[in-house]
């Protein structure tokens, strides 16, 4: 089974900051999925990752899938306190199952 | 709003009883998804139905079961209610049995005392 290693596991920075946080694994993913789960609320998609090296972009967020497809970063740039969540990564578990395997994700907090 | 709708929003039970939660999948989509979220375990996979028949099994005790009803909509039983068991409950749809875009209910707070 694969397991996916995030980091840090708390953030807590000031509004204005930029930050970056890493998802990692032992094996190659076969995609990468970013979601964002703020208090009382469910994970929500932010992006899928297929291809290695590939960029995306949402806005204030760049996300980036390794060359090696074994590791993924979410960059935050000029953060507000509207993007505190807790930010999780995901992967298939594989074969004809269609269930994710998450990280235990990075609890970031902007303070204004 | 992801569309996915879950009841009740909270629940709170006692040790030794048994309880049901309630899925709604969005419009077209033909799998439902079972996660438990605790704060120690992370969000950990239970169970998933596709169009009515169980595709794929996680950690899901026995003492838990589920089913996919054929409007689609999904219940998740849980019995013999442990203190241990207090979580988060989410369901999640796609539209096929392997998605990359699953969508999140706002989840079923679990607290058993």
């Known amino acids: 089974t694969q397991l996916l290693e995030q980091s840090p596991q708390f953030l807590s920075i000031q509004e204005g900051e930029n930050l970056t946080v890493y998802c990692n694994s032992s094996?190659?993913?076969?995609?990468l999925q970013w979601y964002r789960q703020e208090p009382g609320e469910g994970p929500v998609l932010l992006v899928t990752?297929?291809?290695?090296?590939e960029v995306k972009k949402l806005k204030r967020l760049t996300f980036q899938f390794g060359d090696a497809r074994k590791d993924s970063s979410l960059h935050i740039t000029a953060a507000q306190p509207g993007d505190t969540g807790l930010y999780l990564c995901?992967?298939?578990?594989?074969?004809?199952?269609?269930?994710?395997?998450f990280g235990k994700g990075t609890k970031l907090s902007v303070k204004p | 709003d992801s569309g996915v709708t879950q009841t009740p929003k909270h629940l709170i039970t006692a040790t030794g009883q048994r309880v049901t939660l309630r899925c709604s999948p969005r419009?077209?989509?033909?799998?439902v998804y079972w996660y438990q979220q605790s704060l120690d375990q992370g969000l950990q996979f239970l169970i998933q139905?596709?169009?009515?028949?169980?595709?794929a099994k996680g950690n899901i005790l026995e003492r838990f079961s589920a089913q996919q009803f054929p409007d689609l909509h999904s219940e998740l039983n849980l019995s013999s209610l442990e203190l241990g068991d207090s979580a988060l409950y989410f369901c999640?749809?796609?539209?096929?049995?392997?998605?990359?875009?699953?969508?999140f209910g706002p989840g079923t707070r679990l607290t058993v005392t």
């Open positions: 999640a749809s796609s539209v096929g049995g392997r998605s990359y875009e699953q969508y």
């Open positions: 139905y596709y169009n009515g028949e169980e595709r």
């Open positions: 990752v297929v291809t290695g090296g």
């Open positions: 995901a992967e298939f578990s594989g074969g004809s199952q269609g269930n994710l395997i």
């Open positions: 094996s190659v993913f076969s995609s």
């Open positions: 419009s077209g989509d033909l799998s």
